[in-house]
């Protein structure tokens, strides 16, 4: 199975601050990777798929990047809302769907 | 407004079985694939199992092989996970989740909604 490893696993940042969340791939993916926000006790939220094509609705704030292995989300002026923790998700069709162990987003 | 509403969630014996569903609306469920994830408490993410539109594709993690069965009643617009000889690992809240097209290659999807979940809990 392909792995997903994400770091840092906590983040803490001020508002207005510009936040990246990277995720790896243990094996080339193309760009069959989609980013989920989850708030706490929430279901999580679509934010981004295929690597870098943002969902309907979702903040322009938030962006992604990447292919092949390495993979980036972006938040470009954190905001108190956006305290969640993000997973990144590989749909590579070779592999059985898995997810990056998340990231704890906390505003200072 | 597209709805994901899970049910059938509890306390199970270890070895029991228990049926999930998810009631959909907002969109014509028979056009789209569906899936279960899962959400060990404190943990991560985990999928567990897709069906495609039709319901004559479908995949499991190695963990639901063989314990698991996904199924779904389009006329009904719902979602159903059987399992079967639970364990404490299956401890975990489930989500119902819709993915945006008929199938996926080889069962890999992206899910564009949730559900709210619905807490499994097993234990004697």
């Known amino acids: 199975d392909i792995q997903m490893t994400q770091s840092p696993s906590t983040l803490s940042a001020s508002v207005g601050d510009r936040v990246t969340i990277t995720c790896r791939a243990s094996?080339?993916?193309?760009?069959?990777l989609a980013w989920y926000q989850q708030k706490p006790g929430k279901a999580p939220q679509l934010l981004i798929s295929?690597?870098?094509i943002l969902e309907d609705g979702v903040p322009s704030r938030f962006s992604g990047s990447g292919s092949g292995t390495e993979f980036t989300l972006t938040v470009r002026g954190l905001q108190p809302d956006d305290v969640a923790t993000y997973y990144c998700q590989h749909y590579d069709s070779r592999s059985p769907p898995t997810f990056g162990g998340g990231t704890k987003v906390d505003v200072k | 407004e597209v709805d994901l509403v899970e049910s059938g969630g509890g306390l199970a014996l270890p070895g029991g079985s228990l049926r999930l569903s998810c009631a959909a609306s907002g969109f014509t469920f028979g056009s789209f694939a569906m899936g279960w994830v899962r959400q060990s408490p404190g943990k991560g993410l985990e999928w567990v199992s897709v069906i495609t539109h039709s319901g004559g594709g479908i995949y499991y993690a190695d963990f639901a092989k063989g314990r698991f069965t996904i199924s779904r009643d389009n006329s009904a617009n719902t979602l159903f996970l059987h399992m079967y000889n639970l364990r404490a690992e299956d401890t975990a809240t489930y989500y119902c989740?819709?993915?945006?097209?008929?199938?996926?290659?080889?069962?890999?999807?992206?899910?564009?909604?949730w559900g709210q979940g619905t807490l499994v809990t097993v234990s004697s």
């Open positions: 295929k690597a870098s």
């Open positions: 989740a819709k993915v945006p097209g008929k199938f996926c290659a080889g069962g890999a999807c992206v899910y564009d909604f």
């Open positions: 094996q080339m993916i193309s760009v069959w």
